[in-house]
């Protein structure tokens, strides 16, 4: 699709298009059959990737992988040895929201699988509000057991979607939709984090400005400082540390 060489993070390859490039894949998805799953990676994604060895692979053999944080766009800018930098950052929630205005053009239905039961019908009747026409065909909470996934997936293919949004936060929705997407009847899935909690009004998303200047994790820390502080000033460190060994193992493929 693209002559721009695709950098490996975590032994991940990013692909290295633009918003416009990944929709143009999952508009031709959409019609075709078969089971497409994309996943985006940020920082704290690729650290988890790096230490857990199942989750890495279930991020390497995703359909589409492309970058949702700054961080991960600049690191692949600053180190050329990782294969290339990328063009963009392509995330979740603007693929979400073109790959939902599509569906409401042609018709297609789309499926939301996460999130509170409060915030999942929240986001569902904002979604309808402002795409009348888009045919919602489902909508349920992630809060289920693991033994309940193979009726939660059956239970989207009767509902007959095409598109789902799943929002259980990683790795459990990355690893979820490897597991059972294919049993969903869907043709496009897309783990979008908290993304349902932002489109139920429960959370805020950070501006564009600070989107753009790669502080979305400084806006979401001040909203949640307890439950992410740790996560974020420590996980950026670890980012830091995370790119030398990235460097390292680098330097020693080329040398290989
Ligand atoms: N969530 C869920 N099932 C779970 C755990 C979490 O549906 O078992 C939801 C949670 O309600 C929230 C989202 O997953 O809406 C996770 O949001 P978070 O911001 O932690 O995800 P991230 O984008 O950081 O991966």
Redesign the pocket.
């Known amino acids: 699709m693209t002559a721009r060489p695709s950098p490996t993070l975590a032994g991940i390859s990013v692909a290295n298009v633009t918003l416009d490039e990944a929709l143009a894949r999952i508009a031709a998805w959409l019609e075709q059959p078969g089971f497409r799953r994309m996943a985006v990676v940020n920082a704290a994604i690729l650290l988890e990737a790096e230490r857990d060895s199942d989750f890495r692979a279930t991020l390497a053999a995703a359909d589409l992988v492309t970058a949702d944080g700054m961080s991960a766009v600049w690191a692949t800018r600053w180190l050329p040895r990782l294969g290339g930098g990328l063009v963009a950052r392509v995330t979740a929630p603007d693929v979400m929201e073109a790959v939902l205005a599509r569906c409401e053009r042609l018709g297609y239905r789309v499926y939301l699988l ?3 039961t409060e ?1 999942v019908a929240a986001a569902s009747h904002r979604l309808r509000h402002r795409f009348p026409a888009l045919a919602v065909a489902g909508a349920r ?3 289920f057991a693991e033994a309940d996934s193979v009726a939660v997936a059956e239970a989207i293919r009767a509902a007959r979607a095409d598109a789902l949004f799943v ?4 790795p ?1 929705q990355e690893l979820w939709l490897a597991r059972y997407g294919p049993r969903t009847g869907a043709r496009f899935a897309l783990g979008v ?2 993304y ?2 932002i489109l139920a009004g429960q959370r805020k998303r950070a501006p564009r400005w600070m989107q753009a200047c790669g502080l979305e994790w400084c806006f979401r820390l001040m909203q949640e400082p307890r439950r992410l502080w740790r996560r974020y000033l420590i996980g950026n460190a670890a980012f830091v540390l995370f790119l030398a060994r990235e460097w390292r193992r680098a330097g020693e493929r080329m040398r290989a």
């Not at 929002?167 to 990683?170: L, Q, R, T, Y």
């Open positions: 996460g999130a509170t915030a909470d992630g809060y929002a259980m936060g990683s459990r984090g908290g349902f909690d």
